[in-house]
């Protein structure tokens, strides 16, 4: 994830600053800022003790307001989920205090069920990883695992450990889904390339993606951690909508059929119905496909 535009008190040459220092110790990038954000804490650490200040308090306090910047900048991370629909399976205690936001890399998540729906998801692509080649590993996954298990440890009375454990059922049946979803893809792309439905992604390099990501319930924002599997349902799909097409015939698509004599014309003197009735053997109105998403636009999906 790009960092924000601006950031308030971040001077506009620091990152340059580093990238001098960097060079000038023949240290990567990383390892430089590694190296002075590890010196820094100590320092402030250090400097807490001699003033007597509760440095974990003082830590806490500063990553709530990095947080707050950040939303501030990013806004909230868009699960696409209607939690009045899809309530949090977790339960926090009684005794917790108020919902705070969760800085990952992906970006700032605002709600409690945002978060567990977050972790299982991050907890999934962990373990399918493991399981499998490791192509496309993020990294980072693993430091949102942590940050996300201890919020939702601390706000649930509980440890980071025992919420993952909860949360197996919910993280396997994801990791069901990743393995199951191109073949699925691949099936419905066969099918809508046979009848010669409109695609629901575009088949060429670039193309918008909305319609074949809510059918496999790909809702949240396209991040570096989630695009590798969506580019394997793209692929699967658009790849077998091509095979398809090129065997079938153009003149006995189904679709074809309905879209010229729907709806019926009536006969004249009879009453005109513009939809079907119930228990009628008229063709029921094909309902519309979702409304575009501008957020999965572009062959990245």
Not at 98 to 103: G, P, V
Not at 186 to 210: F, I, K, M, S
Request: net charge negative.
């Amino acid at each position: 994830m790009m960092p924000p535009l601006h950031v308030p008190g971040r001077r506009d040459d620091t990152l340059a600053d580093l990238h001098r220092r960097a060079d000038m110790q023949e240290l990567s990038f990383e390892a430089a800022v590694s190296r002075l954000t590890a010196e820094l804490l100590c320092d402030l650490h250090h400097h807490a003790d001699q003033c007597a200040a509760d440095f974990e308090s003082v830590l806490a306090s500063s990553y709530r307001a990095y947080a707050g910047q950040r939303l501030s900048a990013e806004g909230p991370f868009r699960t696409g989920q209607d939690s009045s629909l899809r309530p949090a399976l977790l339960i926090p205690s009684a005794a917790a205090p108020e919902y705070e936001l969760i800085a990952t890399h992906q970006g700032i998540i605002a709600s409690f069920a945002d978060a567990e729906w977050h972790l299982i998801r991050t907890a999934a692509r962990i373990d399918y990883q493991a399981r499998h080649a490791p192509e496309y590993s993020y990294e980072r996954d693993e430091d949102d695992l942590v940050a996300l298990s201890r919020a939702l440890g601390e706000m649930c009375g509980t440890s980071a450990a025992q919420i993952i454990i909860q949360l197996t059922p919910q993280i396997e049946a994801r990791i069901a889904a990743i393995e199951q979803g191109p073949d699925k893809a691949a099936e419905l792309g066969h099918e809508h390339g046979h009848v010669g439905v409109q695609p629901y992604c575009g088949l060429d390099v670039d193309g918008d993606a909305t319609d074949l990501m809510l059918a496999f319930g790909e809702t949240e924002w396209m991040t570096d951690a989630n695009h590798p599997y969506r580019l394997h349902l793209v692929t699967a799909y658009a790849d077998a909508y091509k095979a398809a097409a090129r065997h079938s015939s153009p003149a006995v698509y189904p679709v074809h059929l309905a879209s010229r004599d729907f709806p019926e014309r009536p006969a004249p003197g009879s009453q005109h119905h513009s939809a079907a009735s119930a228990g009628s053997q008229q063709p029921a109105t094909p309902q519309a496909k979702p409304a575009t998403d501008p957020r999965h636009r572009g062959r990245r999906t």
